[in-house]
Each structure stands twice: as structure tokens, then as C-alpha cells.
């Protein structure tokens, strides 16, 4: 029941809130500075205003003159501010505006900085202590009721909520900001942390959307495409390139909806030299016209701050790159294990060879261009120019991308930290990378799931491919041919996992039919990545079926908020139809029972099986299914 009692209160140096039937006891606000991550936790507050809306108070120590605000909204929601003027040097300062320990929480939502990153945890599962790290938002559910952790999204000095839990409660909570180094006499400012309480808690991510929105754009049209990484990755060639796009082109089915042929990693000499290497004989100039004269659109992948060792940048103009504490630059990119230096975007130099590298190849006739592993810049200790601050380095390089591609090509972040904004992208990877595996799929549910406030407003996301193949829907000797994980194999180990030498294919039919029916139902980008040439007949009507279906809004798990894995998913079509997926992510088989009534679906009287095309009947306002292991079930309903 809400009254109308202060939702804070501070005694001691300690603060409490309580918003709704949701606590938060005992919170003290600390400083973290120097290599070594001393807490300094001497804040002994003095009320200096209170009113209705904002009680503020001030404390001066031996680290400077501090303030810390909190603004009052109503009873379910609550800001804070913290901030203070240094008396001495403090370096790599982080500001802690609230640190706590034992909130119960049934239920946990991770959010993560780039693609990927999200997770979502029943505590009552619960075994040993586990840790949390969130970007942007952080959510925790009790007794039905969500409480939302946020900071804004567009963010000069990086926040981050993190912490660890034990079964049944969260054991300890950390929301801070990284400020740096400080110099006596500067003002050291957290981000504002709003607090939110809801039972609405797909609601309340909406509306943080929808005041963290940057530009406001039109929603594009989601284009279809395929791309050579999954499938090929390094081993990629100009010939297989364009073997797959002529079979798409002949395809009755697949040349309707395909409309872009995206080269990925593999094409180029090597990170910082953008020309071809001898796998791509003709070179990309002739790539881009030959894709072209098929009615397809060139996309090509980049890692455009990536600058490996052998690179002529490395040899020649290392004032290009981004420094190590020593001053010297840092080698702080690795991959797979390639390693690099990363590019220092804050140098105007830079920028301008950004924007004629993309300028060239948007002049030879790219329209699509994939920009990878920018996350990694933000690994560089120091950049040049202090006056760009770290949470907007990312958003100069795609600046100068954008700058030089700008109505001529879209722009595809990926690794991309979502505080570099939508102003310059086209769409952003939501998932962590994907592949032919079992594991993979339920590691990647958790982002999509997470991440339906960002499509089709801030961008079109992208869950990563969309794949088919399998032992049973592929004709290939090649299928298990490709061993990536041999990159990993040390000399002096005698022993490893089998997985080191074994495929990356790892999937079954109804598997894939899991992972595509997440495709269909995040609302986002549709990219084959399989040699489509080596599907089989039942590969071929998986990949033409999802081509061919209506792309809908981003699809709302409903249980985001009490299970580990979402299963149930509702997403909103055209013409007041709808789909329902419903997901058995377990070892047994499952009944599910889903009451069209309750969800506002009362009006859906007709349902059909998405991927055998088989009527589902409609039961007192429910549809019931008995789903085995590993299995969905897809539905169409108007």
C-alpha cells in the first residue's frame, strides 16, 4: 500500500529507501581511487534542504566537499545525485552514489554495455554466489513487484550496477561511475541514478527508451541478407561469395527477400590495411559491380579501430594510436588470438582517415557496411584529446563513418556500446555472436529478450544470424571441417576438451527451429549465414519459411521477469494478427497452457503451427501444447 512517508530517509552517514513494498537499507555512498581500489566510506551527511520533492545534504572530508541530492518523483520513484569538489589529486576516482548488501530479490535482470551481456537469474536457483555486472539499467523483482536501477543512456563518464548473489537475495549492490583521474579543485559528478518501482516492468524499460532516445528516426524496413562469417569465417573467398549470391538469385524463394550480399572478416590484408587480400583476386571494386549487376546490395565488414602490428599505421604513424600509461601505445585488442593497437578517434588525423577509408569504398558501390570490435577502443588507458570524454570515443569513429557514407549506406554496430547513441547507426547488435549450437541459442535468449525496447526506435536490432544448417538439414562432407577453436591449443598443454578439435556445429532440426523462431520473434535483422548452396531440402524450407514471413514488432517476453530462460513470447503483427512462441528449454518434456484472455488476445480465433502449417485448436480462450526437450512451438494467430 502506498502512504505518503518520505521514500528516504538518512541517519548515521546511511541511507535508506523504500519505494512500494521495495527496500533498499543501509546504503552509504564511497569513493574508489588508485591501482589498488581503496574504498574511502567517511561521509558523514548534514541536511542542508528538504522538501517534498528534493532533500539534499552536504559533508566536507579529507577527499573534498561533497553533495548528495535526492530527488522525489512519488512514492515508485526516487533519483540520486552525488558529486564534489576535490581538495587533492585522486587518481582513476569512481564514485559510488550508493552501495548496499542484502536486498531480497527473487529474481535478477542483467543488462550489458554492448551486444551480448545480458543475463537473467531465478535467486531461489541459486547454488553458490554469483556475480552481476549491468550497464544502463538493472532490474530485481520481489513479491511481484520490479525495481529499475537506471542511468541515462548517453553517458560522458561510464556507470555501471554491480554486485553479487546468493540464493534468494541480492548479497551485495554497487552502482557506480568511473570519473578518472581528478586534479585538486575539479569536480568530480556521478550519473543521476533513478530508482523505479513497478509491477509493469516491460513498461518501465519502454519509457527509459523513450527518454533515452538520442534521434527520433523513421523505422526502416528490415533487408534481409547473407553474410560468409559463420560459415567460412577467414577462409572466406571472392568465388564462394558469389556462389552463394548466384543460388539466392536462382532461388524462387530465397531472391524475393534476399536483397544484400555481406563479405565478412576474411576479405582484407589485415586489420588496418582495408585492401584485398589474394583469396579476393578480383579485388573489391569488381565485388561491389559484380553483387550489384545481380540486384543485390554490397555489405562489407570492418574493424575499423583494430590496427594489427604488421599494419603500416603500427610501423609508420603510431601517433595515430591510442596510448598505455606509459605513454606508448597499447596493444590492448585481442581476438581469437589476433592481436592489435586500436586507433586514438579523439585525433582529428584519425577521423579523416576513417572518412576516406569509408568514403572509397562507399564510392566503389558498398551500401551496407559492418562495423566490428569497437567496444575494444574503450580498452586503451588514455587518449589524446581530454576534451572527448571516454563514454563518447566510440561515437567519433562512427561520426566520421557516418560522415562519409551518410545517405548512401547504412551502418551495422557491432560490439557497439549502446552510450555512443542512434544518431549514427542503422541498426546494432543485441546478441552476442551466434553459431550452430545448442549452447550458443541459450546463451543468446537472454539479449534479445532484454532488448525489445530498442528495436525499431533506436535501431533496428540485430540477434546475429540466422542459420540452418545441421546434421539434419545439410548435404556437406565439409560440415565439421571447420575447427576455430584449434587457436586456443598451447604447445606445452598435454591435454584438452574434445571441443577444440571438433565442429562448431552442434544443432538439431527442432534446435534451429528455436533459434529461428527468436529471429522471427525479436523483429529484427534477418541475415543467412550458411553455405546455402549445401542445405538440404528441409535447410531450404527452414531458411525460405523465415525469409517469407511477416516481419513483426519486437516480440515481449512475458516471463522476463521470473524465469532464467523467457518461454513465453507474444509479438504484435499487422492487421490485428499475432504470433505466440512458446519454448520448452529443458530436458523434459513440458506442457504449457496460455491463456488467450488474460493476455488481451480474446479476439485471436484462429491458430496455425508457424513451421508445419498444422491448425492448433483454441480451447476455452487457451491453447495447450506438450512440448518435448529442446523444442517450440511457433503460432500464427488472427
Request: charged share 30%; proline share 3%.
Amino acid at each position: 500500500m502506498k502512504t505518503n512517508k518520505m521514500p528516504v530517509s538518512v541517519k548515521n552517514g546511511k541511507f535508506s529507501i523504500e519505494l512500494s513494498s521495495l527496500k533498499l537499507d543501509n546504503c552509504v555512498t564511497r569513493l574508489i581511487h588508485g591501482d589498488d581500489e581503496e574504498i574511502f566510506d567517511d561521509f558523514k551527511w548534514k541536511r542542508i534542504d528538504s522538501n517534498a520533492s528534493k532533500i539534499s545534504f552536504e559533508t566536507k572530508n579529507d577527499m573534498g566537499k561533497w553533495s548528495l541530492t535526492f530527488s522525489i518523483k512519488n512514492q515508485d520513484e526516487i533519483s540520486i545525485d552525488f558529486k564534489g569538489t576535490l581538495s587533492r589529486n585522486i587518481s582513476k576516482l569512481k564514485l559510488v552514489s550508493l552501495h548496499t548488501e542484502n536486498v531480497k530479490a527473487e529474481h535478477v535482470l542483467q543488462h550489458g554495455l554492448k551486444m551480448g551481456g545480458c543475463r537473467s537469474f531465478v535467486t531461489g536457483n541459486i547454488k553458490k554466489e554469483e556475480s552481476f555486472k549491468s550497464y544502463f539499467m538493472h532490474m530485481l523483482t520481489f513479491k511481484g513487484e520490479t525495481m529499475q536501477l537506471s542511468h541515462k543512456m548517453m553517458q560522458d563518464n561510464i556507470s555501471s550496477i554491480s554486485g553479487s548473489m546468493i540464493k534468494n537475495s541480492i548479497k551485495s549492490l554497487s552502482v557506480q561511475t568511473e570519473t578518472g583521474d581528478g586534479k585538486k579543485g575539479q569536480t568530480a559528478e556521478s550519473n543521476s541514478l533513478k530508482i523505479k518501482v513497478s509491477r509493469d516492468g516491460h513498461g518501465m524499460m519502454n519509457l527509459w527508451a523513450d527518454e533515452n532516445i538520442e534521434v527520433k528516426k523513421s523505422p526502416k524496413e528490415v533487408t534481409p541478407g547473407w553474410n560468409s562469417w559463420d560459415y567460412y569465417r577467414w577462409t572466406i573467398t571472392e568465388d564462394e561469395v558469389l556462389k552463394n549470391a548466384e543460388f539466392i538469385k536462382r532461388d524462387p524463394v530465397l531472391s524475393k527477400y534476399v536483397k544484400r550480399i555481406i563479405v565478412d572478416d576474411g576479405w582484407e590484408y589485415c586489420y588496418g590495411e582495408w585492401d584485398a587480400n589474394p583469396l579476393f583476386k578480383s579485388g573489391m571494386k569488381s565485388l561491389a559491380d559484380k553483387i550489384t549487376k545481380m540486384g543485390f546490395e554490397p555489405g562489407l565488414w570492418f574493424a575499423p579501430s583494430i590496427i594489427e602490428p604488421h599494419a603500416r599505421i603500427a610501423q609508420w604513424d603510431s601517433e595515430m594510436l591510442a596510448k598505455g600509461e606509459s605513454g606508448l601505445p597499447a596493444l590492448v585488442f585481442s581476438c581469437m588470438k589476433r592481436y592489435g593497437f586500436v586507433l586514438d578517434p579523439s585525433l582529428p588525423k584519425v577521423q579523416k582517415w576513417l572518412y576516406e577509408l569509408f568514403k572509397r569504398y562507399t564510392e566503389m558501390g558498398y551500401k551496407y557496411f559492418k562495423l566490428d570490435f569497437l567496444e575494444s577502443t574503450l580498452r586503451a588507458p588514455a587518449f589524446a584529446n581530454p576534451a572527448v570524454p571516454r563514454g563518447k570515443i566510440v561515437r567519433k569513429i562512427v561520426e566520421s563513418v557516418y560522415k562519409a557514407t551518410v545517405g548512401k549506406a547504412d551502418i551495422l554496430g557491432c560490439n557497439y556500446p549502446f552510450m555512443a547513441g542512434n544518431k549514427y547507426v542503422d541498426a546494432v547488435r543485441v546478441s552476442a555472436d551466434i553459431h550452430a549450437d545448442w549452447k550458443h541459442v541459450c546463451e543468446n535468449v537472454f539479449s534479445i529478450a532484454s532488448r525489445f525496447w530498442s528495436n525499431g526506435k533506436f535501431w533496428i536490432n540485430d540477434p546475429d544470424f540466422t542459420l540452418c544448417r545441421g546434421q539434419e538439414t545439410s548435404n556437406d562432407k565439409d560440415l565439421n571441417r571447420l575447427k576455430p577453436c584449434l587457436v586456443y591449443v598451447e604447445p606445452e598443454v598435454k591435454e584438452y576438451p574434445p571441443f577444440f578439435n571438433t565442429s562448431i556445429v552442434k544443432i538439431n532440426q527442432k534446435e534451429v527451429e528455436i533459434l529461428l523462431s527468436l529471429i522471427l520473434i525479436s523483429g529484427g535483422a534477418i541475415n543467412l549465414s550458411d553455405d546455402i548452396t549445401k542445405l538440404n531440402k528441409d535447410g531450404l524450407e527452414l531458411a525460405r519459411k523465415t525469409l517469407s514471413a511477416e516481419v513483426g514488432e519486437a516480440g515481449i517476453p512475458l516471463d522476463l521477469f521470473s524465469s532464467e530462460k523467457p518461454s513465453v513470447w507474444v509479438q504484435r503483427l499487422k492487421n490485428n494478427k499475432a504470433r505466440l512462441l512458446l519454448i520448452n528449454w529443458g530436458e523434459e518434456s513440458k506442457e504449457f497452457s496460455f491463456d488467450l484472455m488474460k493476455n488481451k488476445m480474446e479476439n485471436m480465433g484462429s491458430a496455425l503451427d508457424f513451421w508445419n502449417n498444422k491448425k492448433i485448436s483454441i480451447k476455452n480462450g487457451r491453447i495447450t501444447a506438450e512440448l518435448k526437450k529442446h523444442s517450440c512451438l511457433l503460432v500464427e494467430l488472427k
